[in-house]
Every structure is written in structure tokens, then in C-alpha cells.
């Protein structure tokens, strides 16, 4: 049986460790039929590593590109280094990318400078725009661009000026949905509930958040399962939905339904 990616050709960004939700989204992924390729920053070596524990094992993994989606020349240099790996076309794209400093959460919301702001906005909102650009010229035939979120319709706790990051990204993603359309290309995000990656492990008073979704989301919420999140992305990734842009898709346990007190 033909897996839902058979035949395409996916970058995933965001692979750190195999605890990272783009590692699990590469597996899905190639599981599903898909040649991928993965950009690392900044452990270059440790991306690569985490590789070789996808399905294509050790002898065959995917291609590593260092990529920090702040720096315009790397930017500029992506599509080049794909089709050096053989990756002449892309079909998807997957923006699995965040970063904020430390002053920009656990509370500390009212005293962020605005260097430390404009760090989060540049890494977890207008990077979305510019690797898409970046991977434009390998998308001559449409794709899909897939971002992770988080639900920014409310402020979390703790959470700060990443959820103000978050905003912008939804609002980014509309944008890039309504620019190009008309070249084929879709443009989604997915909003998961919390997962423990190394990303959120390192927000003070992470816990705050996650209690809530243990207490009060319908169908439950598993913190270390990143398999219904990676589903997502895959599906978004393939044809299957055609038609359907702009969109955000809540993995959350449907925490986000129900109204639940932050």
C-alpha cells in the first residue's frame, strides 16, 4: 500500500534531538513514502546524528543542511545546497522553528527589552515567511508549507512574548496563504498542545501550562506522544487537502474547545 507522501520531497527544519516534533514529522513522513531532507542550527553534527534514527536507518540517512533562518545568507544559499543533494524540486515544508530568550518568558513579560522581543519575532514569526521564500524557487509546481503553533488566541501562562510571536505567525501564515495561492502553494499551521521537547523544557514554569491540559482537555493529552502532531503536518503535507489554506488545525486534545481557564 502507497504511503500519502509516495514520491514526494519534504524539508523538515527543527530536528534537534529524537525528542523533537520535526523528528517525528521526518519519520511520519518517510513512513508515509516521502525523501527527506532536514536543515540543523546549531549543532550541525547533533541533527545529523538524530538522522540516522529515522526509518531510512543509519546507511541512508537523510541530507543535513545548516540553516539558521536569521542569517540571509544561509537563506539565500538553501536551494542551492538542496539541489546539490539531489533535491531538484520540493513538495512540502515544514517550519518547525522557535526561539525566544530567556528574558522573553516566565513572567518577565513587562520588562523584555525590546532586542530580546524582536529576537523571538525574527526567529518564531518572520522566519516562516523567509524560509518559505527561501524554498520558493525549488516549489515551482505548488506545495505545502507547514508550521507548528501554539493556540495564540489566549494568553498562557508563562508563555509571553513567544505567544505574541505566535500571533504573528498565524497572521503570517494567512498572509503567505493569500500571496500564494495563486502558485499552488498552501499555507498551514498546526497548534499542539504542549509536548516535552527540549525547546519547552527550557520556558520556566513550563509545568503551568501542561497542567492544564492533563486536567481539562476532552480526549486527554500525552506529553511525550508527538505522533497525533506529526500525523497532522503529514496529512497537511499531502493532497489530501487540496483546497484548504490559511488554516490552523488544533492537535490538542481539544483543550482549545472547550474554554478552559489559563
Not at 51 to 61: E, W
Not at 77 to 103: C, E, Y
Amino acid at each position: 500500500m502507497m504511503g500519502i507522501l509516495e514520491g514526494k520531497r519534504i524539508l523538515v527544519t527543527g530536528v534537534l534531538t529524537d525528542a523533537s516534533i520535526g523528528f517525528h514529522i521526518a519519520r511520519v513522513a518517510q513512513e508515509q513514502g516521502a525523501e527527506v531532507a532536514l536543515t540543523a542550527y546549531p549543532r550541525p553534527t547533533l541533527t545529523e546524528r538524530t538522522a540516522k534514527r529515522l526509518p531510512s536507518g543509519p546507511d541512508s540517512p537523510p541530507p543535513v543542511i545548516e540553516l539558521d533562518v536569521t542569517n540571509t545568507e544561509q537563506l539565500d544559499a538553501l536551494a542551492g545546497n538542496l539541489r546539490d543533494h539531489g533535491f531538484d524540486n520540493l513538495d512540502g515544508v515544514v517550519h518547525a522553528i522557535a526561539f525566544a530568550p530567556q528574558t522573553a518568558l516566565g513572567g518577565t513579560f513587562l520588562e523584555t527589552p525590546w532586542e530580546d522581543v524582536a529576537t523571538a519575532v525574527h526567529a518564531s514569526t518572520y522566519s516562516l515567511k523567509s524560509l518559505t521564500m527561501a524554498c520558493l524557487p525549488l516549489m515551482k509546481d505548488g506545495g505545502s508549507v507547514v508550521g507548528l503553533d501554539f493556540d495564540a488566541t489566549k494568553a498562557w501562562p508563562v508563555y509571553d512574548w513567544m505567544g505574541v510571536a505566535k500571533a504573528g505567525l498565524e497572521s503570517c501564515a494567512r498572509y503567505l496563504a493569500k500571496y500564494l495561492g495563486p502558485q499552488g502553494i498552501r499555507v498551514n499551521l498546526v497548534a499542539a498542545g504542549p509536548l516535552a521537547t527540549m525547546a519547552a523544557k527550557s520556558i520556566p514554569g513550563f509545568e503551568s501550562i501542561t497542567d492544564l491540559w492533563s486536567q481539562n482537555a476532552p480526549l486527554g493529552w500525552d506529553l511525550k506522544d508527538s505522533e497525533p502532531t506529526a500525523r497532522a503536518c503529514v496529512a497537511l503535507l499531502s493532497d489530501w487537502f487540496p483546497a484548504t489554506t490559511g488554516e490552523i488545525v488544533h492537535v490538542d486534545g481539544g483543550l482549545h474547545s472547550v474554554g478552559a481557564g489559563s
